[in-house]
């Protein structure tokens, strides 16, 4: 059973949670699944996006990728467990796929960034296979989708923000083959080394999105965004819902 948080509903996992039911995913022979990873700010989209709300709806495996959105479980007194932030769920996911051989597509970002991050990532985890990198600046998606379906990826990371990764999901994923694809936003930029993450103190006090603001002014818009989304949580709890 899911957890509903203002119209999105949660798996309610925690990290270790997350990853055992990605790989079980990975290895159940259906295909294609869909994970998504929705902030705050993505729950109030899908309360304006019907498409974005039905795509969340439908995926496999909806984990809570932002403070705001553990918060607002707390104030509405259903509680999720934990706060299971994309980038390290695709960290653990390519721990746990360099041991069992899956293959890793990298989709999205400026060009020559997954190429990057690609080369980065294979240090890191000895014995990844990534089978291919494509910039997420493309215009033909049949192209690329059968590009990936040609690397024979088992994972797709798809990193094109939100909401585009997630309706390219939806359009695309099973012309890609691949078994599971995850929306992941500016993951890549992580992995490249192009965009730093939070010293893992801040990471720890849930104040990552504070730090990434300081750095990254351009993102104040969105953040302004975050008390709106927690008086949402307290309207809705005194409303009874
Ligand atoms: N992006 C892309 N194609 C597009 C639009 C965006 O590949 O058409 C990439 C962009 O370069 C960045 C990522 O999508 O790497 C979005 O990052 P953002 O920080 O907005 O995502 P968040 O992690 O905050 O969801």
Redesign the pocket.
């Known amino acids: 059973m899911r957890t509903e948080i203002l119209g999105v509903a949660f798996d309610n996992v925690d990290m270790a949670e997350a990853l055992d039911r990605a790989e079980d995913l990975l290895c159940d022979g259906c295909r294609p699944h869909m994970a998504v ?1 929705p ?1 705050a ?2 729950v109030q989209d899908a309360n304006h996006d019907s498409d974005l709300a039905d795509i969340i709806r439908c995926a496999d495996l909806v984990i809570p990728d932002g403070v705001g959105v553990i918060y607002a479980s707390k104030i509405l007194g259903r509680p999720l467990k934990a706060r299971v932030p ?2 390290d769920f695709a960290a653990g996911l390519m721990e746990r796929m360099a041991k069992s051989g899956k293959t890793l597509f990298l ?4 060009p020559g ?1 997954a190429e990057e991050a690609a080369q980065k990532l294979r240090e890191t985890y000895p014995g990844l296979v990534i089978c291919g990198t494509q ?3 493309f215009k033909d998606s049949g192209r690329v989708a059968e590009q990936i379906r040609a690397a024979l990826a088992d994972v797709v990371f798809v ?4 909401p ?2 997630e309706k390219w999901i939806r359009d695309w994923g099973e012309a890609t083959g691949a078994s599971l694809l995850i929306g ?6 992580v992995f490249a080394g ?2 730093e993450r939070a010293p893992e103190f801040w990471q720890k006090i849930g104040m990552e999105w504070l730090y990434r603001t300081v750095k990254e002014p351009k ?1 104040l818009g ?1 953040i302004v965004k975050l008390p709106l989304f927690l008086c949402s949580a307290v309207g809705a709890r005194l409303r009874g819902k």
Request: aromatic share 4%; proline share 0%.
């Open positions: 990873t902030n700010i993505m994309g980038v989709l999205g970002a400026k960034v910039d997420g600046y990193c094109l923000g939100s585009k990764q992941l936003g500016g993951s890549i930029d192009r965009v993102r969105r």
